[in-house]
T-cell receptor, first 115, second 112 residues
Framework: GENVEQHPSTLSVQEGDSAVIKCTYS??????FPWYKQELGKRPQLIID?????GEKKDQRIAVTLNKTAKHFSLHITETQPEDSAVYFC??????????????FGQGTELSVKP | KAGVTQTPRYLIKTRGQQVTLSCSPI?????VSWYQQTPGQGLQFLFEYFSETQRNKGNFPGRFSGRQFSNSRSEMNVSTLELGDSALYLC???????????FGPGTRLLVL
């Protein structure tokens, strides 16, 4: 069935260290993979996304890698800062979007960056 | 552009009642998706509307329904509320033909 598994569920790092969150998806037809950051009491905010025709994408301290063969993708945050502390969600698209595709989300990773 | 807005922000209802939540998408966005967020189940897809048509639906009972108006604003309705319906209900809008979804602040529903 449609499923996205996300690990770890919690992650604690020291300020300045790197953080890596991994997701695995089940639908081989998935072609869009966004990552959202949700701070306590706030809406999920898109931080980076990647499409299936790209293997890696970077935006300043954030990068995402995609391995379509293995059906997994990862979020990498370098030089972490206390303001990076939040819950991070990965997601994968299910079905072609112009036919009502939807996003299936992972269970979330609570990242804590200690000063 | 103004972001996605949702009303009301908070609701308290009792079991058996029904509730209607509203979502106004970003100007120009024609797709609206709804999600339920709970601590135990995470973010779960409810349904997606485009040009007043429901294009996809998640695995929720028929008590959950929605609609979209010609101005792309969307409403979702939950009838015969149960305690387990307590959750944060998020809507997200997207431009036609793109998967990038932008979330609203959510409506927090508490069922007593």
């Amino acid at each position: 069935g449609e499923n996205v598994e996300q690990h770890p569920s919690t992650l604690s790092v020291q300020e300045g260290d790197s953080a890596v969150i991994k997701c695995t998806y089940s639908d081989s037809a998935s072609n869009y993979f966004p990552w959202y950051k949700q701070e306590l009491g706030k809406r999920p905010q898109l931080i980076i996304d990647i499409r299936s025709n790209v293997g890696e994408k970077k935006d300043q301290r954030i990068a995402v890698t995609l391995n379509k063969t293995a059906k997994h993708f990862s979020l990498h945050i370098t030089e972490t800062q206390p303001e990076d502390s939040a819950v991070y969600f990965c997601a994968a698209s299910i079905g072609p979007y112009n036919q009502g595709g939807k996003l299936i989300f992972g269970q979330g990773t609570e990242l804590s960056v200690k000063p | 552009k103004a972001g996605v807005t949702q009303t009301p922000r908070y609701l308290i209802k009792t079991r058996g009642q029904q509730v209607t939540l509203s979502c106004s998408p970003i100007s120009g966005h024609r797709s609206v998706s709804w999600y339920q967020q709970t601590p135990g189940q995470g973010l779960q897809f409810l349904f997606e509307y485009f040009s007043e048509t429901q294009r996809n639906k998640g695995n929720f009972p028929g008590r959950f329904s929605g609609r979209q108006f010609s101005n792309s604003r969307s409403e979702m309705n939950v009838s015969t509320l149960e305690l387990g319906d307590s959750a944060l209900y998020l809507c997200a809008s997207s431009p036609r033909g793109e998967e990038t979804q932008y979330f609203g602040p959510g409506t927090r529903l508490l069922v007593l």
